[in-house]
């Protein structure tokens, strides 16, 4: 199995920028569609963002669609999430999430491993 575990959140004030890295260990990152998951305070957690194994294909919700950019160094075992102007309602804990399998899902429940998130502030 592989585990992943997030950096990079922060306080930042609305219209900065930001990015996330997502290092995975066990195993190869190539081996798993990566995803970018959030939960914003008193809401569920919803999709961001997903890349295929290859990172060929990249997947974004509508509300992030345009400002986030999903990206994977294979070689690294790290997927990054550039988020650019960013907005008092992205605020939120932001989880990466590790799949098994080739296809690339947006459901939570399609991911096989989590890592316990870190927190992003937009301040306006």
């Known amino acids: 199995q592989v585990q992943v575990v997030e950096s990079g959140g922060g306080l930042v004030q609305a219209g900065d920028s930001l990015r996330l890295s997502c290092a995975a260990s066990?195993?190869?990152?190539?081996?798993?569609?990566m995803g970018w998951f959030r939960r914003a305070p008193g809401k569920e957690r919803e999709f961001v963002a997903a890349?295929?194994?290859?990172?060929?294909?990249?997947y974004y919700s509508d509300s992030v669609k345009g400002r986030f950019t999903i990206s994977r160094d294979n070689a690294k075992n790290t997927v990054y999430l550039q988020m650019n102007s960013l907005k008092p309602e992205d605020t939120a804990v932001y989880y990466c999430?590790?799949?098994?399998?080739?296809?690339?899902?947006?459901?939570?429940?399609?991911?096989?491993?989590w890592g316990q998130g870190t927190q992003i502030t937009a301040s306006s």
């Open positions: 066990g195993r190869t990152a190539s081996d798993y569609v």
């Open positions: 999430a590790a799949r098994s399998g080739s296809a690339v899902r947006q459901r939570e429940s399609d991911y096989d491993y």
């Open positions: 890349i295929s194994r290859s990172g060929v294909s990249t």
